[in-house]
């Protein structure tokens, strides 16, 4: 079990979690879908999350692992160290994506008839960057399936009213394609060897990160944009105020000829920032 957690970095959940809680509780809160709050359709929901995100990482891992044995910095992953073997990841893909969508089908019948697409997107990602540098956008596109997925789960129908979802949505398309292409300043010189595609080997590493921090700016005004929107309180302005500083606080930690922070700034700094920023949201939902 902890093989396998550590293959799906189960850890890296914290990044979009929060987002399908807020989409949970915005469509419980904010419509005539449900009076109550339904704790055992939040299980569902948290579930879809777990099983879908496990699909998708482990699939990448499956998917990458002949390029992650060539790699120093990812040659020790569970596959290609042999801890895992590849038919093994696979079948915990299979098993996991199985499970997504049964989980769907107690839920809804739209999140049931959407899941294919969902984990088309979320395992397909793991092939982009054999042919395109947007690569980083399409993992962006996964997470941001959270807010509106979760509101879905709620109210059945994908409506004008599901609005501030979507915004939510593009808050975290931008957040995490910036700060995935930060990650990526770490293989440049190795992508570029093996003619792989990310944004930091197309347009170098200050580049890279002046696109990122456009990126990171447009998420910051969509959570004000949504704050507005939705009418938010005291709590859900602190925690837009957190959010948008952990984003400025991130790029200054890494520099183009200093990457030794990259992972403060990926991990660290995004999971307290989305952490942070979704209880007091959720917190002033329920307020």
Same mark, same amino acid.
């Not at 482990?58 to 020790?76: G, H, M, S, V």
């Not at 960057?129 to 979760?150: D, N």
């Not at 293989?187 to 197309?202: H, Q, V």
């Not at 520099?255 to 007091?280: E, H």
């Given at each position: %079990?902890?093989?396998?957690?550590?293959?799906?970095?189960? $850890?890296?959940?914290?990044? +979009? %979690?929060?987002?399908?809680?807020?989409?949970?509780?915005?469509?419980?809160?904010?419509? $005539?879908?449900?009076?109550?709050?339904?704790?055992?359709?939040?299980?569902?929901?948290?579930?879809? %999350?777990?099983?879908?995100? $496990? +699909?998708? %990482?482990?699939?990448?891992? =499956?998917?990458?692992?002949?390029?992650?044995?060539?790699?120093?910095?990812?040659?020790?992953?569970?596959?290609?160290?042999?801890?895992?073997?590849?038919?093994?990841?696979?079948?915990?893909?299979?098993?996991?994506?199985?499970?997504?969508?049964?989980?769907?089908?107690?839920?809804?019948?739209?999140?049931?008839?959407?899941?294919?697409?969902?984990?088309?997107?979320?395992?397909?990602?793991? =092939?982009?960057?054999?042919?395109?540098?947007?690569?980083?956008?399409?993992?962006?596109?996964?997470?941001?399936?959270?807010?509106?997925?979760? =509101?879905?789960?709620?109210?059945?129908?994908?409506?004008?009213?599901?609005?501030?979802?979507?915004?939510?949505?593009?808050?975290?398309?931008?957040?995490?394609?910036?700060?995935?292409?930060?990650?990526?300043?770490?293989?440049?010189?190795?992508?570029?060897?093996?003619?792989?595609?990310?944004?930091?080997?197309?347009?170098?590493?200050?580049?890279?990160?002046?696109?990122?921090?456009?990126?990171?700016?447009?998420?910051?005004?969509?959570?004000?944009?949504?704050?507005?929107?939705?009418?938010?309180?005291?709590?859900?302005?602190?925690?837009?105020?957190?959010?948008?500083?952990?984003?400025?606080?991130?790029?200054?930690?890494?520099?183009?000829?200093?990457?030794?922070?990259?992972?403060?700034?990926?991990?660290?700094?995004?999971?307290?920032? $989305?952490?942070?920023?979704?209880?007091?949201?959720?917190?002033?939902?329920?307020?």
């Amino acid at each position: %079990m902890k093989n396998y957690l550590s293959l799906i970095k189960f $850890s890296h959940t914290i990044f +979009a %979690m929060p987002f399908a809680c807020i989409g949970f509780f915005l469509a419980t809160t904010t419509t $005539s879908a449900s009076t109550n709050i339904n704790w055992w359709l939040f299980l569902k929901v948290v579930l879809c %999350m777990v099983f879908a995100r $496990s +699909a998708a %990482m482990a699939f990448n891992r =499956y998917a990458d692992r002949d390029i992650d044995e060539k790699n120093p910095r990812t040659a020790l992953r569970e596959i290609p160290a042999g801890v895992i073997s590849p038919d093994n990841a696979l079948y915990f893909v299979i098993v996991n994506g199985l499970l997504f969508t049964l989980t769907t089908y107690f839920i809804n019948p739209l999140c049931f008839y959407l899941s294919p697409i969902a984990l088309a997107v979320v395992l397909g990602y793991s =092939y982009t960057k054999r042919f395109t540098a947007l690569c980083h956008f399409v993992l962006g596109i996964g997470l941001a399936l959270a807010p509106v997925g979760a =509101y879905i789960a709620v109210t059945g129908i994908f409506d004008t009213n599901s609005i501030i979802a979507i915004l939510y949505s593009f808050v975290v398309l931008f957040w995490v394609s910036g700060f995935d292409i930060i990650y990526a300043l770490q293989d440049e010189d190795f992508d570029k060897s093996l003619g792989l595609n990310s944004i930091p080997a197309a347009l170098g590493k200050s580049r890279a990160l002046m696109l990122s921090n456009f990126l990171h700016l447009v998420s910051a005004s969509l959570v004000i944009v949504a704050g507005l929107q939705s009418n938010g309180g005291i709590y859900h302005w602190i925690g837009t105020f957190i959010f948008i500083g952990l984003l400025i606080y991130q790029h200054f930690l890494v520099k183009p000829n200093d990457l030794s922070k990259v992972n403060l700034a990926f991990f660290t700094t995004n999971g307290i920032a $989305s952490a942070i920023f979704g209880s007091l949201v959720i917190l002033d939902l329920l307020l």
